[in-house]
T-cell receptor, first 112, second 113 residues
Framework: QKEVEQDPGPLSVPEGAIVSLNCTYS??????FMWYRQYSRKGPELLMY????GNKEDGRFTAQVDKSSKYISLFIRDSQPSDSATYLC????????????FGTGTRLKVLA | ETGVTQTPRHLVMGMTNKKSLKCEQH?????MYWYKQSAKKPLELMFV???????ENNSVPSRFSPECPNSSHLFLHLHTLQPEDSALYLC????????????FGPGTRLTVT
């Protein structure tokens, strides 16, 4: 079993839809979670960083962590064609570390 | 130039060639990283440098040889590669090795023939 599982997609949605991107994980020690966005021909860029369980909101983006289910989500409200990218989740058991375990990424297409 | 830059953006090389990838960061960071990104696989950390000193070699084959002459520049020297080494090689930097926020370059798309 992979430590982090992420559906590769592609996930196609119409403009304005609410998008839900998800990762599941097996290591119950993971406490620090990140979401990266990677546009085609670009490197990943950090979108959200969260600690432990709960929600964190930043503009149209909401990161949600459910540690009891070992499940994290990234919600995108009012999705735009410019949100079309690959979204990577990453997680770690420790703070102050560069050693994050990444998911394989979900490719999202927002259709105009 | 701003952020993290990488050259070349694309590279095709034969298995007997020797080539180098270059990364430069303009952010004043002290830590630099090499990652390998293959299709349908998670991002793999290869090497970590902190203040020019290598602090991590994630069991990378010796045909990959990193070099960090200063905190702003990072190289990855390649020789006798295998076709399975074809991938996107990403460079990243962060303020320090304990910083969770890493800034990635656009990557070098490497094809080994």
């Amino acid at each position: 079993q992979k430590e982090v599982e992420q559906d590769p997609g592609p996930l196609s949605v119409p403009e304005g839809a609410i998008v839900s991107l998800n990762c599941t994980y097996s290591n119950s020690a993971f406490q620090y979670f990140m979401w990266y966005r990677q546009y085609s021909r670009k490197g990943p860029e950090l979108l959200m960083y969260t600690y432990s369980s709960g929600n964190k909101e930043d503009g149209r983006f909401t990161a949600q962590v459910d540690k009891s289910s070992k499940y994290i989500s990234l919600f995108i409200r009012d999705s735009q064609p410019s949100d079309s990218a690959t979204y990577l989740c990453a997680m770690s058991a420790r703070s102050g570390t560069y050693k994050y375990i990444f998911g394989t990424g979900t490719r999202l297409k927002v259709l105009a | 130039e701003t952020g993290v830059t990488q050259t070349p953006r694309h590279l095709v090389m034969g298995m007997t060639n020797k080539k180098s990838l270059k990364c430069e960061q303009h952010l004043g960071h002290n830590a630099m990283y090499w990652y390998k990104q293959s299709a349908k696989k998670p991002l793999e950390l290869m090497f970590v440098y902190n203040f020019k000193e290598q602090t991590e070699n994630n069991s990378v084959p010796s045909r990959f040889s990193p070099e960090c002459p200063n905190s702003s520049h990072l190289f990855l020297h390649l020789h006798t590669l295998q076709p399975e080494d074809s991938a996107l090689y990403l460079c990243a930097s962060s303020q320090g090795v304990s910083s969770y926020e890493q800034y990635f370059g656009p990557g070098t798309r490497l094809t080994v023939t």
